[in-house]
């Protein structure tokens, strides 16, 4: 399919450069999509901690590149998430790696934001889940409006986190606020 894109915008898929092009874009998109083989409860679920700690938990500044539903183009930024446990915590690094699970798939932000708060919820039943998302999207910079510099910030609270203006503001303050050294 890839060589007959490349034959219609006018290319010549027998060209050294395009030669492996066809199954470098097969590697690439079955890598970008890999999301929908996982279960992100799985994932946790491996890393379930019982303790007796209900203060903020805050995972922030968490990476994440994934491709837009509507034009299969890239959009990238950083989720943060927070939960208050009641009586059991998820392993730091599995928080990343559902983040991962749910930005390998075709996409939309709004969508990815709900997800991830749902799943953590559904895995610990915390007396909150926050997550905020904030991203920039090719479709916006590359085509349609051009707009380079514009981004998207998208949340989703849970719980405390959308019940008690106390609890999002600490996680917003924790959010913003920049360490030294990090």
């Known amino acids: 399919m890839v060589k007959e894109i490349l034959s219609i915008l006018g290319e ?10 066809p199954l470098r874009v097969d590697k690439a998109l079955k890598f970008l ?3 929908y083989s996982i279960d992100p409860e799985k994932i946790i679920s491996g890393a379930l901690y019982e303790v007796k700690y209900d203060e903020m938990v805050v995972v922030k500044d968490i990476e994440f590149f994934s491709l837009c539903e509507h034009h299969m183009l890239p959009f990238f930024g950083k989720v943060h ?5 009641k009586n059991r915590v998820i392993g730091l690094s599995k928080v ?6 749910f930005a390998r798939r075709l996409q939309i932000q709004e969508r990815m934001t709900q997800q991830i708060a749902d799943t953590i919820q559904r895995a610990i039943d915390p007396v909150g889940v926050g997550v905020i998302c904030e991203a920039r999207h090719f479709c916006m910079m590359m085509r349609g409006v051009e707009k380079q510099h514009s981004g998207a910030t998208t ?3 849970l719980g405390a986190f959308r019940k008690n203006k106390s609890t999002r503001d600490e996680f917003l303050s924790l959010v ?7």
Do not use: I
């Not at 913003?176 to 990090?182: A, E, R, V």
């Open 33 to 35: 999509t890999s999301g």
């Open 81 to 85: 998430v927070a939960y208050l446990p």
């Open 96 to 101: 990343p790696r559902v983040v991962d699970v």
């Open 155 to 157: 949340s989703a609270m």
């Open 12 to 21: 010549d898929p027998g060209r050294q450069g395009l030669l492996q092009t």
């Open 176 to 182: 913003n606020h920049k360490l030294n050294g990090f």
